[in-house]
């Protein structure tokens, strides 16, 4: 007999619950908002409504499912399950920052905040959950494939990110490694920069579209589903012995950019968590690329 879906239900801390922990109660933590000139009562209200909507979405889960909840510092222990449904509270990137750990489960993004989020990922409201499970649970539901990067190291180490993919030094000082596209046609050139971004076209509405548009980029940024990638080396720096000829480009399906480390210490890290990371020494070798793996976020 096959098991009843499970609803798991991805929040984050507020910003109101990481005053209280860090001040203690209410009013030092608004007396110390009002030191900054800000006020501690649209922090609350945020708060407030944040609980709302998760409370709201958790009531609309069929009485027969199973449900979980786990906040975004814990994706990283937690153990998703083939037949979960997985809803997402919050905004854009937390929907980011759960996709690396799922492995074909659809998604639902509910926005805790609406007005201030994009709404890019998180495209529901929490009044739609009640219609929205059950649909998630058919295997007919209609999604949005999703396309996401991944990098693999020489020891099998491998990354899934939604967004993008930082390679470099973990506090963004000077990274070493040659970098080339995996094939003999294009050599590897030898840089020193702040670090690699290789991203999707999720990614292209954030973190890499910046760069994209700081430099000024004649590349073409790819869309959602797109199955390319593009890239970029930040603050490459010339040097009689680094250069700077391959400093941004894009990747098709089949195609990887390598790197090989030259540091003595180097990360790679999706979506911005930075605990959750590859760690990558001297003459260890790294390969960027589209993942076999989609987010499946429903429409």
Known sequence: MSLAPRAVLVHRTTEYEELLARHGTHGQAGFFLSSRGRGIEEVAER??????????VTAAVPLQWRQARVERMD??????APEDVVIVVGQDGLVANAAKYLSGQPVIGIDADPGRNPGVLVRHRAGDAA??????????????????????????????????????????????????HDDEATPAEAQASSGVLVGTGTGATGWLGSLWQERASALTLPGPADP????????????????????????????????????DRLVAFGDGIESDALELTWGQTVRLGVADTTLRLLL
């Open 228 to 263: 390319r990638l593009i890239w970029f080396v930040r603050e490459a720096w010339p040097s009689p012995t680094t250069g700077t000829s391959l400093v941004e480009g894009t990747l098709q399906r089949a195609e990887q950019l390598r790197l090989v480390v030259e540091s």
């Open 131 to 180: 219609k929205l499970l059950p649909a998630a649970a058919s295997p007919n539901c209609a999604t949005d494939e999703l396309t996401m990067v991944e990098a693999v190291a020489d020891d099998t180490q491998r990354l899934l990110a939604l967004n993008e993919i930082y390679l470099g030094a973990r506090g963004h000082q000077t990274a070493r490694y040659r970098i080339g």
């Open 75 to 80: 994706l990283d222990r937690f153990l998703f």
């Open 47 to 56: 708060h407030h409504r944040a609980r709302r909507t998760l409370a709201q």
